[in-house]
């Protein structure tokens, strides 16, 4: 079946340096990606999403990258700092299709000081 | 997100209770969803209303029921607890886009 899935984990950086968190997804009807960041104790909270039509995508000291030819999405992080400690999710979606999100199982990012 | 509320916070209930859980917006938005979230296995979809009068199941709607009130009330049920269903739940109003939403704080759930 369809999956979103994630290839770490965990994620242990140095504060200061840059993170790439990765994420595989098999559908490859979706056309709608989304990263979710997830505090300890709080709901998810979007970050940055992209559409199919576009490889690369900045917000403010994140960038999502998108590959479809192999299916891969990556959130990096420049200049990590001890805030960005989460748990990460990517989530894809098929907008023609329906209106659902089906999440990765996340991965815990750990910002050493 | 300050503007959905989630009630309970904490509920801890035993086997063959039934619970509801509650969720309420002041974003005005028609869409609501609503998800568990258990460790290891990311965020899954339990049913989500597009308006009123449109309900709609998830992948996991087995054992639970949903009541849409009002557009701005979204309210989740165990009829019938199990432990299995011991998790965190979120409710989580949308906009125009999908992946525009908005999370509440979650209610852990816990059934013994």
């Known amino acids: 079946g369809e999956s979103v899935g994630l290839h770490l984990p965990t994620l242990s950086v140095q504060e200061g340096d840059n993170s790439i968190i990765n994420c595989a997804y098999s559908?490859?009807?979706?056309?709608?990606f989304i990263w979710y960041k997830q505090e300890s104790g709080k709901g998810p909270q979007f970050i940055i999403d992209i559409r199919s039509n576009m490889d690369k995508r900045q917000g403010q000291r994140v960038t999502v990258l998108l590959n479809k030819t192999v299916k891969h999405l990556s959130l990096q992080i420049a200049a990590t700092q001890p805030g960005d400690s989460a748990v990460y999710f990517c989530a894809e979606a098929n907008t023609g299709a329906n209106s659902k999100l089906t999440f990765g199982k996340g991965i815990t990012l750990s910002v050493r000081p | 997100d300050a503007d959905v509320t989630q009630t309970p916070r904490n509920r801890i209930t035993k086997t063959g209770k039934r619970i509801m859980l509650e969720c309420s917006q002041t974003k005005g938005h028609d869409r609501m969803y609503w998800y568990r979230q258990d460790p290891g296995l990311g965020l899954r979809l339990i049913y989500y209303s597009f308006d009123v009068k449109d309900i709609n199941k998830g992948e996991i709607s087995d054992g639970y029921s949903v009541s849409r009130q009002a557009q701005a009330k979204f309210s989740l049920s165990l009829e019938s607890a199990i432990p299995n269903q011991t998790a965190l739940y979120f409710c989580?109003?949308?906009?125009?886009?999908?992946?525009?939403?908005?999370f509440g704080p979650g209610t852990r759930l816990t059934v013994t």
């Open positions: 559908n490859s009807a979706s056309d709608y």
């Open positions: 989580a109003p949308c906009g125009p886009a999908v992946g525009e939403q908005y």
